[in-house]
């Protein structure tokens, strides 16, 4: 009886043990159910907005998962699958990963959410966000932007309708405006329902903004070719501005009306220079953030993103440092992997788009006026194309090491590697320096030879500095235009005279030299077989202008001569203006009119009229005009405020209601 009654207390004894055993010190197992819910972070904190991050989930306690996926989207879309991996399940213990983020590019609200997944089902994480760059992302364009927050977007000519959604506003209320109602009309409807109209093709921006909050956005529409294509370049002559990503600019394209201060714009342009080595891509945090930034702002805004591409020279100028660069050979292997790593950015921020491309100003002027030598006689180490990896010797043509080698060798990179680019190079006024050039250059010639022999001279001049530059192979492998430019400082501020004694200056010209101009750039044009595009043609006007003035319902103020307020009658020729010039000797010189143009005619006392010449740009194969500072010191048309107190962005805006057809 005794042992018996002993192992009875002994067997409930061990039971009792075992059950505390399983209770108090628990051991790994399979889960009995769903994974239980896990929680997902992430580290971009406090300021961090770059593309770089961690995403972590945990669990703490309970039904582990064998397996995870974690879900990504950008903006309206759907979730995309971005990553999977398998699990060992240790129920009940805790359970963690981390995957890392890297590299997004574009900026918006980034959403994500992972599922963990077991034998017995699947169970979810809250979803969290990420914000990448400046852009909240939080007014979303839905169907358009399904994958990712767009810059711009496309749609056939015609009406779409659009609903809108504002993150974390459950009723958002919308207004909407255009930078350019020619392409695009615009309205919102229902408060959230955006309509957009395409009457024709070309491009536009529209500004969203969502009332309750205040939050804006910008974002670029291209309409579509009538036969359903891209449109390229504007099918009129068109209008560019050099334009930094500075806020002051960025602000100044972002200022949208209904009238003519409004901010309408066909191409932007921005310098990548300053050498392949400690140049351009040494200047923003992120490596090429300069161009990267560029194409990105431009599009948002409806415009043509153009760049100044000019690394044979560095941080100075000359024709011995140009000379020492083309011919060192670590110089040009770094210029061949700068050009490529420069057209990669284009292609892939531009994506389907153009980019506009102006090659190396100044050097092949410099080659022409001071080596005495044709293209093919100069020496340049086009070898380093290849020795740099970005040309293969046997499959790529053999460039040979020359000027022309170098030209042809660039032109067929682009072709290459961004073929949609839209480029050219650059020609100089005073590439021929000849002893029968007068020290104020050639267009001067017809104010001592007379028009008709000024003219044939100055043709004949033109056709020389053309035959050089195609001889060099400005025209190879597809090029698109040919470009000039005027000076890099407005007329009026070159010497500190000019402004009081036009006619014995170099730069500020009147109607006939303008008109000489023309003719030197109809030679370009009809002998290279190319379309022109003037380039950094200056901003600065003639006073005292008697336009009106939108910002204050009077007169423009004058330019007063100083550093960034100078006077300049470039804009005055192309966009035209009635002027009153002040003193005789300015009103005799600006009223000069050898040409017997009809455009140029004046009161007899003080008041001189110049109507615009963008029809007679045309004629001589100018397809677009881009204005612009070309020295810190010039009159600058774009900034809030510009220094021009907004007379160019104003004429270009009364220009743009009935622009010059190419047609």
């Known amino acids: 009886m005794f042992l018996k009654r002993y192992f009875k207390t002994f067997s409930i004894l061990l039971c009792i043990t075992l059950i505390l055993a399983v209770t108090i010190i628990p051991t790994s197992a399979a889960g009995t159910g769903v994974p239980v819910k896990p929680s997902l972070s992430h580290n971009q904190w406090s300021g961090d907005i770059d593309g770089d991050y961690d995403l972590t989930w945990n669990i703490w306690y309970g039904n582990n998962g064998t397996s995870w996926k974690l879900f990504e989207k950008i903006g309206a879309g759907n979730y995309q699958e971005i990553h999977s991996g398998t699990l060992i399940d240790d129920t009940p213990n805790p359970q963690s990963e981390t995957f890392q983020v890297r590299g997004r590019t574009i900026e918006g609200t980034y959403k994500y959410y992972i599922e963990l997944t077991n034998s017995y089902g699947t169970t979810a994480s809250d979803e969290i966000s990420v914000v990448v760059g400046n852009a909240t992302g939080n007014i979303i364009i ?6 990712k927050v767009v810059y711009q977007f496309t749609q056939a000519q015609g009406m779409n309708d659009y609903a809108l959604s504002f993150n974390g506003v459950a009723n958002p209320v919308f207004t909407v405006i255009t930078n350019n109602s020619s392409v695009v009309d615009c309205s919102i409807v229902n408060n959230n329902t955006l309509k957009i109209n395409g009457k024709k093709a070309g491009r536009a921006s529209i500004k969203l903004k969502e009332s309750t909050t205040g939050e804006e956005r910008y974002v670029g ?35 949208f009306h209904t009238d003519d201060k409004n901010k309408r714009m066909d191409i932007r342009y921005i310098y990548i220079n300053g050498g392949p080595i400690n140049g351009w891509r040494t200047w923003t945090n992120v490596d090429g953030g300069r161009a990267k930034n560029f194409i990105i702002e431009s599009r948002k805004l409806g415009i043509i993103p153009f760049f100044v591409y000019y690394n044979i020279p560095d941080s100075g100028e000359s024709y011995s440092l140009d000379l020492a660069h083309i011919q060192d050979s670590t110089y040009m292997d ?3 992997k700068d050009l490529k790593f420069f057209l990669d950015i284009c292609k892939e921020y531009a994506e389907d788009d153009t980019v506009g491309i102006v090659f190396e100003p100044d050097f092949l002027g410099y080659m022409m006026q001071q080596s005495g030598k044709q293209p093919n006689e100069i020496t340049a180490l086009v070898s380093a194309a290849y020795s740099s990896g970005v040309l293969t010797s046997g499959v790529d043509p053999d460039f040979p090491n020359t000027v022309e080698g170098l030209v042809k060798s660039v032109n067929y990179i682009v072709s290459k590697y961004y073929p949609q680019a839209y480029y050219g190079w650059q020609f100089n006024l005073w590439a021929y320096d000849g002893h029968d050039v ?29 035959d050089y530059y195609v001889s060099a192979g400005v025209k190879s492998y597809g090029a698109n235009f040919v470009s000039i430019d005027k000076y890099g400082l407005d007329g009026g501020g070159v010497t500190p005279q000019a402004a009081a004694d036009p006619a014995g200056s170099t730069w500020f010209w009147n109607s006939d030299i303008w008109n000489n101009y023309l003719e030197f750039v109809k030679v370009m044009n009809t002998s ?8 950094q043609i200056p901003v600065g006007h003639i006073n005292t202008s008697q336009a009106s003035n939108p910002y204050n319902n009077g007169l423009f103020p004058d330019l007063n001569g100083t550093s960034t307020k100078y006077e300049d009658s470039a804009p005055v020729y192309f966009l035209g203006d009635i002027f009153k010039p002040g003193s005789t000797e300015r009103f005799n010189y600006f009223k000069l009119n050898a040409h017997n143009d009809n455009k140029i005619t004046d009161n007899g006392t003080d008041t001189i009229t110049w109507t615009h010449h963008m029809d007679k740009a045309k004629e001589s194969g100018v397809i677009s005009i881009l204005f612009g500072a070309g020295v810190n010191s010039s009159t600058d048309g774009v900034g809030s405020p510009p220094t021009d107190d907004y007379w160019w962005i104003t004429k270009v805006q009364r220009y743009f209601d009935n622009p010059i057809s190419l047609n």
């Open 142 to 147: 839905n169907g358009i932007d399904t994958q």
């Open 221 to 255: 529409i291209r309409i579509k070719n009538a036969d359903g294509s891209i449109p390229g370049m504007p099918n009129y002559l068109s209008i560019g501005s050099v334009s930094e990503d500075k806020q002051g600019d960025l602000d100044f394209w972002r200022d």
């Open 334 to 336: 770094a210029y061949y």
């Open 528 to 535: 290279s077989n190319l379309p022109v595009i003037l380039w």
């Open 438 to 466: 007068p020290n104020n250059g050639i267009l001067h010639k017809t104010e001592t030879m007379g028009v008709t022999d000024g003219l044939n001279f100055i043709r004949s001049k033109a056709q020389l500095i053309t």
